[in-house]
T-cell receptor, first 117, second 117 residues
Framework: AQSVAQPEDQVNVAEGNPLTVKCTYSVSGNPYLFWYVQYPNRGLQFLLKYITGDNLVKGSYGFEAEFNKSQTSFHLKKPSALVSDSALYFCAVRVSRGPNSGYALNFGKGTSLLVTP | GAVVSQHPSRVICKSGTSVKIECRSLDFQATTMFWYRQFPKQSLMLMATSNEGSKATYEQGVEKDKFLINHASLTLSTLTVTSAHPEDSSFYIC?????????????FGPGTRLTVL
């Protein structure tokens, strides 16, 4: 089964410091990985995705993620955290839903990021 | 970016009644839409995959007679929770994507919070 794991329930970072939100994956074949962010009582916003190509993927709001095949990881990073980055972050992996439905997403449990002033 | 809307954003209903939630892709045609359910402080769980003009594909454990999904056009999918009970109270989120390519991104609606009294 295609799955992702987010080992941390919460990450606390001081504003201005670099942040990392961890994600590891377990897939058969090539992984297609995504990061989404969710603000309170809101839907998910797409941050970035890895399909193929460069291992370092740059996304929205200054976020980037590094695909590491040997470590089966896809950690989300940002060089300098902002208080407004505080939210719930989800890692996800593509899963097939049949020839007519394309691909859905299996999500990790989410990591709550708290950036303090 | 692509915009997906949901209506209503919040609904409270009595036990035994039915509730319809709409999901619309506003600026693109969505060949496939997905319905997810999210419990407090938990991840999104895929409920069903909906293709325009065909029957929805439900995930294991999701009652298709209770959660009726209709995808009548390329911009609209509806989820009807029939004979709702308090345990159906949850945050329901839809997403939409074009095509069946692995590179297609899912765009999420803002979610609908259902409370069944």
């Amino acid at each position: 089964a295609q799955s992702v794991a987010q080992p941390e329930d919460q990450v606390n970072v001081a504003e201005g410091n670099p942040l990392t939100v961890k994600c590891t994956y377990s897939v058969s074949g090539n992984p297609y990985l995504f990061w989404y962010v969710q603000y309170p009582n809101r839907g998910l916003q797409f941050l970035l995705k890895y399909i193929t190509g460069d291992n370092l993927v740059k996304g929205s709001y200054g976020f980037e993620a590094e695909f590491n095949k040997s470590q089966t990881s896809f950690h989300l990073k940002k060089p300098s955290a902002l208080v407004s980055d505080s939210a719930l972050y989800f890692c996800a992996v593509r899963v097939s839903r049949g020839p007519n439905s394309g691909y859905a997403l299996n999500f990790g449990k989410g990591t709550s990021l708290l950036v303090t002033p | 970016g692509a915009v997906v809307s949901q209506h209503p954003s919040r609904v409270i209903c009595k036990s035994g009644t039915s509730v319809k939630i709409e999901c619309r892709s506003l600026d693109f045609q969505a060949t496939t839409m997905f319905w997810y359910r999210q419990f407090p402080k938990q991840s999104l769980m895929l409920m069903a995959t909906s293709n325009e003009g065909s029957k929805a594909t439900y995930e294991q454990g999701v009652e298709k007679d209770k959660f009726l999904i209709n995808h009548a056009s390329l911009t609209l999918s509806t989820l009807t929770v029939t004979s709702a009970h308090p345990e159906d109270s949850s945050f329901y989120i839809c997403s939409a994507k074009t095509g069946t390519s692995v590179a297609d991104t899912q765009y999420f609606g803002p979610g609908t919070r259902l409370t069944v009294l």
